[in-house]
């Protein structure tokens, strides 16, 4: 079974710009959810879909974004880019909504801004 | 607010020991507890996921355990291989699937 994919792997944008990354769920699964990595922060949640609905969202401006479409697959975009954009984004897929599945990672896109 | 802590945020080892890597959280209202390993600039490969009801979950030479009345989750990885070598990190379920991760810590299995 395929895992999660992420798409493009690296990206370099300058500042304003807006960016959308691509996420590919592992087969059957219905929630998504994204994060960001960076070195001062850490990991910090984003938002989770789940049958294409926005359903819990973390603490980032409106600059954030995302979607999902009806096989799962996810969007996020990221307008008017700033410096401190430059980050890891990971999306994670698991079977159902709820915190009793197992979240899966894809391999991230590395973002950077100049 | 759940805040989760790993300390320390670094370790060095020689081949063979054996570890534990601790993980603390302070809301014990969780509905799962899940490991993760990170290699330098890759995703996140899950070790292991204990669920809130579970004391301990074992795979090969990793076992997890879980206490949620003290908040405290600690991985024992086993006769430690330099392959061992990577980042760390537990992360805390809570509602709607969101996890809350630590820092991390970045073991170093020397030969």
């Known amino acids: 079974k395929a895992g999660v994919t992420q798409t493009p792997r690296y990206l370099i944008k300058t500042r304003g710009q807006q960016v959308t990354l691509s996420c590919s769920p592992i087969s059957g699964h219905r929630s998504v959810s994204w994060y960001q990595q960076t070195p001062g922060q850490g990991l910090q949640f984003l938002f989770e879909y789940f049958s294409e609905t926005q359903r819990n969202k973390g603490n980032f401006p409106g600059r954030f974004s995302g979607r999902q479409f009806s096989n799962s697959r996810s969007e996020m975009n990221v307008s008017t880019l700033e410096l401190g954009d430059s980050a890891l984004y990971l999306c994670a897929s698991s079977l159902q909504r709820g915190s009793y599945n197992e979240q899966f990672f894809g391999p991230g896109t590395r973002l950077t801004v100049l | ?111």
């Open chain 2, 1 to 111: 607010k759940q805040e989760v802590t790993q300390i320390p945020a670094a370790l060095s080892v020689p081949e063979g020991e054996n570890l534990v890597l601790n993980c603390s959280f302070t809301d014990s209202a969780i509905y799962n507890l899940q490991w993760f390993r990170q290699d330098p600039g890759k995703g996140l490969t899950s070790l292991l996921l204990i669920q809130s009801s579970q004391r301990e979950q074992t795979s090969g030479r990793l076992n997890a355990s879980l206490d949620k009345s003290s908040g405290r989750s600690t991985l024992y990885i086993a006769a430690s291989q330099p392959g061992d070598s990577a980042t760390y990190l537990c992360a805390v379920g809570g509602a709607n699937s969101k996890l809350t991760f630590g820092k991390g810590i970045t073991l170093s299995v020397r030969p």
